[in-house]
């Protein structure tokens, strides 16, 4: 009986495991193949199957009859960077006055305030996209990285302000009021007691931040053109009639790459107990 | 209601160990059934390990188990029959107050009358009987802890109730209210229960019995008046009581157990030792006008209100100890004051435990 | 250098927190205001805090307003029931945290957390985090950052609630000499236990349903309660009050005689009265009224014994630990000389420590 439960168990883990892994590995073998690798069916094996070439990885880095995906790359770090920064920074001080102060204009309260920052990202971003549009034509900001960093901004500032609501109601309020009562004003409370037990509520909101931000793609394609490309943009441009799938394999791997050394740098973090801020 | 038998159970969470450092030495006792038991003593004495081998959470590294005289020791958890209560209230928040308490009857497919009939008795010795319909994460967590209690009583065919910190979470204002119901409850629908807890209050207010552990062992198990009349250590004395007792190092001249340079005369038989400390309740201790047997002069050192008592503190020979007198008979007028110390009251230690048996034929 | 508040109010949703509270806090005193959970005490402390607003009232400090006052410049220190303590900062640099914002320089301020620190006994435990100490040490890390500052006003609200008894016991002890040296501080506890008010306050304030009933001198508001609600709330367990008639020189409860009229009582007007008798006034005895066990409680060295006599219900306070089975039937007997009367309403109309003939002043 429990015997069978653990064949079962396993099985099902595998298969899941394998379901997640698999594209991954597969985008991995695919940028070291080249034209003749990708041809005549799937192969697995480098060296007995087919011969691994470097062709995909040179190509993303400006080789013969590739493309350049470095400069995109660094726009879209510069993007979800900055845009990170600034959502986090106004997310937290949104969340703290929402998690703090009792606002009440008419009949609208704070949990009305919340769900509106949420809603934003409830609307698809199409019905986002023309007013978008217009307001970086207005301010002359279209097809430049400022005008993408606004935009990025009003997409990861609502997730900022709900992981960071949800985490300060965690933080017993008399923390701060102790920290009044010790002298702080009501900004230099927030500064000194509350931000510095909340890294562990910073560090999943700069995670979802990155995330959604490095991998936007709709908004940049839509309210950019000629002078500003970002990575997601840059790899789906390799998509050609016939695809050079190393090269669209290696660019996706590269784009991929910053995120993943993040979740590891986290999750080392994380595991190692180094947060602190442990509030009961 | 099963009785429960530990027979020479010991427990080590580090193989190897010698069996002086392990959690829980060895041991042997009976836990009589429809008993209540508190398990008391400070973090790291053994009191939650013990627990764990009763619930079958740790399988003790030696010693057998018995429920009733069948041995359980190999036996899961929930092949046990034991009801828990956990520090924090474990309920169903998405169900009713009676879907809570129905639930344990439904996973044992008893017929819906007869789960009616429990349930709502249950609920009325809970006092909850008038809120079966409500959702059960509107309750406090007081109720919440009722609850938690009531589903482990529904069952008819409960070995024993079994409660860690069932207080934890509830407001200190609340505690008195919420421990009076649960040793209603209890007694109205007396299972073997066995009562973890690090509060002295709750331990001795609580249980019929109480076990005070300490480094693995348990180092008293008694009736609460049992432990506040002979503590069988100096750490219970001070463990139990408020204040606490006082203890006040005598010397022997010959047969005689002397004190500040006059006899100390005890209903018990003292042994002969190098270093021998005599305990006494401040209830005990007296104030009286004249020198007789057992009185001894004293200075007073200060004076605590509490309201019915003030609480002296006295120097006695070097020794400070606390004294209780009733409000009304005033603060001293004077700085000295004589003390009796009942023969019958004073008890013997040495090397911190209790060091006779109560005379066989005491004359008083 | 007094801490005046007059009629501060606040009702939230329809129920009074605060109701017309006036009290006249003096430095250098240390003021217990007790009462039942809710009743206002810790609302009135965190006006005074500045953390709370009210909607009418006045509070002054050394004669000038001082409801306007933020709270980060009102020189108020307080402690919660709570432990709270910064989590993220080391017990040192916790209780350093209110010196350096006050800007004291370097070396002072790494004496004088030294010295608070050796003062709650937590030397070696200063460079651990709240989280790895126990809820003792936690509060005693608490209480040093509140003395460390001699801040002009000490708040505490209900400190030793939430600790074991013994720990409550020992930090009881230690409390008033660590507060002693507090020069002219204004310092106000909260407790529910009126143990803990008779011992530790200069001035005892009764807290009831957001006012404050009667304010005094410990053992007068003990021996001498100006209500039946005080009555209760300055004992554990609550003073028994029930009501009885004066006929013939007796006391009876319905049609129950419980006692006879004592010489302190004497020249009443027979007639229907509330009484008060405390739970130690109360003895089991080998003969007297017949009443029924309901419930047994311990508490630290005393045994609470509720009982019910002809549907009143008593509770007796016996010295020592006794083992006393629920439902058993004892005698009790009342002690008629530590008789308090109150009138229909409530107040107190003669007291034990009052001598026959002398009415109540107040």
Redesign the interface.
């Known amino acids: 009986m429990s015997r069978l439960y653990a064949t079962f168990k396993y099985t099902l883990i595998s298969v899941w495991a394998g379901f997640v892994v698999g594209p991954f590995m597969w985008a991995v073998l695919t940028s070291f193949k080249d034209a003749n690798g990708v041809q005549g069916g799937a192969t697995y094996l480098p060296w007995v199957q087919y011969e691994p070439t470097l062709t995909g990885w040179q190509n993303i880095f400006g080789g013969a009859g590739g493309v350049d995906v470095v400069r995109p790359f660094l726009n879209s770090a510069v993007i979800t960077l900055v845009a990170s920064i600034i959502s986090l920074a106004l997310g937290a001080l949104a969340a703290y006055g929402l998690s703090r102060y009792r606002f009440k204009i008419g009949f609208i309260a704070n949990s009305d305030i919340i769900f509106f920052f949420v809603s934003q990202r409830i609307m698809p971003p199409v019905v986002l996209v023309v007013p978008f549009f217009f307001l970086l034509q207005w301010a002359n900001l279209l097809d430049t990285i400022p005008g993408l960093v606004i935009v990025t901004v009003a997409l990861l500032l609502p997730i900022a302000v709900w992981v960071m609501v949800d985490f300060f109601n965690g933080i017993?309020r008399?923390?701060d009021?102790?920290?009044?009562?010790?002298?702080?004003?009501p900004f230099?409370a927030f500064v000194?007691?509350i931000l510095?037990?909340s890294v562990p509520g910073l560090t999943v909101a700069a995670m979802f931040c990155a995330v959604f931000g490095w991998n936007d793609f709709f908004f940049a394609f839509r309210l950019t053109f000629t002078e500003i490309q970002t990575l997601p943009q840059a790899v789906v441009a390799l998509n050609s009639s016939i695809p050079p799938w190393w090269t669209l394999s290696a660019a996706a791997l590269f784009g991929m790459s910053p995120l993943i050394l993040l979740a590891v740098w986290v999750e080392r973090y994380l595991s190692k107990g180094s947060l602190?801020?442990?509030?009961? | 209601m099963a009785q429960i038998d530990i027979v020479d159970v010991g427990h080590t969470y580090t193989a190897g160990a010698e069996q002086e450092r392990w959690a829980l030495k060895p041991m042997r006792l009976t836990l009589e059934a429809a008993r209540t038991y508190a398990l008391v003593g400070p973090s790291g004495c053994g009191k939650t390990t013990l627990l764990n081998i009763l619930s079958g959470l740790v399988k003790p590294a030696q010693g057998r188990l018995l429920f009733d005289g069948s041995d359980v020791t190999a036996l899961p958890t929930k092949a046990r029959n034991i009801a828990q209560v956990f520090q924090f209230p474990v309920i169903y928040h998405s169900m009713t107050v009676y879907e809570n308490l129905a639930f344990p009857l439904r996973c044992r497919r008893w017929d819906k009358a007869r789960i009616e009939a429990r349930v709502h008795q249950v609920a009325e010795a809970l006092g909850l009987d008038h809120r079966l319909r409500q959702p059960a994460r509107r309750l406090t967590a007081d109720d919440k802890q009722l609850i938690s209690l009531g589903r482990g009583l529904v069952r008819d065919d409960v070995a024993a109730v079994l409660m860690d910190e069932p207080l934890t979470v509830i407001d200190p204002q609340l505690k008195l209210s919420l421990r009076r119901r649960i040793r209603e409850i209890t007694e109205q629908f007396r299972p073997t229960v066995v009562y973890v807890t690090h509060d002295q209050y709750e331990a001795m207010s609580f249980a019929q019995e109480v076990l005070v552990m300490k480094d693995g062992r348990v180092i008293q198990q008694g009736t609460p008046e049992q432990l506040f009349e002979a503590p069988a250590s100096t750490y219970v004395g001070y463990f139990i009581g408020s204040p606490a007792m006082n203890f006040l190092t005598v010397e022997r001249v010959g047969g005689q157990v002397t004190l500040a340079g006059r006899p100390l005369a005890m209903a018990w038989d003292v042994p002969d030792a190098p270093q021998i400390q005599v305990g006494v309740r401040p209830e005990y201790v007296k104030i009286v006008g004249e020198p007789a047997a057992n009185v001894f002069p004293t200075r007073v050192r200060g004076v605590r209100d509490h309201g019915p008592q003030r609480v002296l503190e006295v120097e006695l020979a070097g020794q400070l100890i606390k004294v209780k007198t009733p409000r009304e008979d005033g603060v001293p007028a004077t700085g000295q004051i004589l003390v009796e110390l009942p023969r019958a009251k004073v008890l013997p230690y040495v090397d911190g435990h209790l060091a006779t048996t109560p005379r066989a034929a005491d004359p008083e | 250098m007094t801490l005046d508040a007059t009629d501060l109010s606040l009702t939230v949703d329809g129920v009074d927190h605060l109701k017309d509270v006036t009290a006249s806090f003096q430095p250098g005193r240390l003021h217990t205001v007790i009462g039942r959970t809710l009743a206002g005490k810790s609302t009135l402390l965190r006006v005074l805090a500045g953390l709370q607003r009210v909607d009418s009232g006045s509070l002054t400090r050394h004669g000038a307003d001082f409801l306007t006052t933020p709270v980060w410049r009102r020189d108020t220190a307080m402690v919660y029931q709570q432990f709270i303590n910064y989590p993220h900062l080391t017990v040192f640099d916790n209780v350093a945290f209110p010196l350096k914002r006050a800007g004291v320089a370097r070396d002072e301020i790494r004496r004088r957390v030294q010295e608070s620190l050796a003062r709650v006994g937590l030397t070696e435990f200063r460079r651990r985090r709240p989280s790895q100490l126990s809820g003792g040490q936690q509060q005693r890390v608490a209480l040093a950052r509140a003395l460390v500052r001699g801040a002009g006003i000490l708040l505490l609200d209900e400190p030793f609630a939430n600790l074991d008894y013994k720990l409550r016991e020992q930090l009881r002890e230690e409390f008033k000499t660590l507060f002693s040296d507090q020069g002219d501080a204004v310092v106000i506890y909260t407790t529910t236990e009126p143990a803990e008010a008779m011992m530790l306050g200069d001035v005892v304030l009764v807290m009831h349903e957001g006012r404050i009933i009667q304010t005094g001198p410990p053992g007068e508001v003990y021996d001498r309660p100006a209500t039946t609600t005080v009555a209760r709330i300055i004992n554990d367990p609550p003073m028994n009050i029930f009501t009885g008639r004066i006929a013939g020189g007796r006391i009876a409860v319905d049609d129950l005689q419980v006692t006879r009229v004592p010489a302190h009582l004497a020249d009443l007007p027979d007639g229907t009265y509330q009484f008060g008798l405390r739970a130690p006034d109360i003895a089991l005895a080998s003969a007297g009224l017949q009443a029924e066990v309901t419930f047994v409680e311990i508490s630290g060295s005393e045994t609470f014994v509720h009982l019910a006599l002809s549907g009143t219900g008593f509770v007796v306070q016996i010295d020592g630990v006794h083992d006393i089975a629920l439902g058993d039937r004892v005698s009790m007997r009342l002690r008629p000389e530590r008789l308090f009367a109150f009138d229909h309403s409530g107040a107190l109309v003669r007291s034990p420590s009052s001598g026959p003939g002398s009415p109540e002043g107040r």
């Open positions: 017993p008399q923390i009021e102790m920290a009044m009562l010790d002298g702080c004003g230099g000194r007691a510095p037990n602190p801020g442990v509030i009961r």
